[in-house]
């Protein structure tokens, strides 16, 4: 008896056993995403809704290594200070205009910016922010995220600094 080669079964070594996961986007290629986004409105506009009782997102692209959201924002809506779960992250603001608060360091303090319609952000996965709405009327930004969110902290900010108030998982949202 002998044995035919050509229909021996590939052994475990020749066979792949798991995909490799990505390495994170950059948050410059984040950039880009939400900016052809912005440029492209045929592919969102028609889905932004508003909501009178906290800021309206809904989740536009879910690949393996980013996301992608579309967030509303009433006037006077924000998220408090929170981290990304350690994402990497960017967002531009569509329509409208926002204030992001930031802490840019121990000994900087507080950086306030005032985000006009076209601004863009994008930050690294350490990075903490409070965004909101203070104009007088709706905004409507895009998010990218790499990796996809997978949970963020909520912070609240103190005379020492940001004190971690709370913590929530993607299953929440
Ligand atoms: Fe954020």
Same mark, same amino acid.
């Given at each position: 008896?002998?044995?035919?080669?050509?229909?021996?079964?590939?052994?475990?070594?020749?066979?792949?056993?798991?995909?490799?996961?990505?390495?994170? %986007?950059?948050?410059?290629a984040l950039r880009?995403i @939400? /900016?052809? !986004? +912005?440029?492209?409105? &045929? =592919?969102?506009?028609?889905?932004?809704?508003?909501?009178?009782?906290?800021?309206?997102?809904?989740?536009?692209?879910?690949?393996?290594?980013?996301?992608?959201?579309?967030?509303?924002?009433?006037?006077?809506?924000?998220?408090?200070?929170?981290?990304?779960?350690?994402?990497?992250?960017a967002?531009?603001?569509?329509?409208?205009?926002?204030?992001?608060?930031? %802490?840019?360091?121990?000994?900087?303090?507080?950086? @306030? /910016?005032? !985000? +006009?319609?076209?601004? &863009? =952000?994008?930050?690294?996965?350490?990075?903490?922010?409070?965004?909101?709405?203070?104009?007088?009327?709706?905004?409507?930004?895009?998010?990218a995220?790499?990796?996809?969110?997978?949970?963020?902290?909520?912070?609240?900010?103190?005379?020492?600094?940001?004190?971690?108030?709370?913590?929530?998982?993607?299953?929440?949202?």
């Amino acid at each position: 008896m002998s044995i035919d080669l050509a229909t021996t079964p590939p052994t475990a070594a020749t066979t792949p056993t798991a995909t490799a996961t990505r390495p994170p %986007l950059s948050p410059n290629a984040l950039r880009r995403i @939400v /900016r052809d !986004l +912005a440029e492209r409105p &045929e =592919r969102w506009l028609h889905r932004v809704r508003l909501s009178g009782e906290e800021r309206w997102y809904e989740r536009l692209e879910l690949a393996e290594d980013y996301e992608v959201w579309l967030i509303s924002w009433l006037p006077g809506q924000s998220t408090g200070f929170h981290d990304h779960g350690g994402s990497r992250g960017a967002f531009t603001v569509a329509l409208g205009e926002l204030e992001e608060l930031a %802490l840019a360091g121990p000994e900087h303090g507080l950086t @306030v /910016r005032r !985000l +006009a319609s076209g601004s &863009e =952000r994008a930050f690294g996965p350490q990075y903490l922010h409070d965004v909101r709405n203070t104009a007088q009327g709706p905004a409507v930004t895009l998010h990218a995220y790499s990796p996809p969110l997978s949970g963020m902290a909520h912070y609240e900010l103190r005379a020492g600094g940001l004190v971690r108030t709370s913590t929530e998982g993607a299953e929440q949202w």
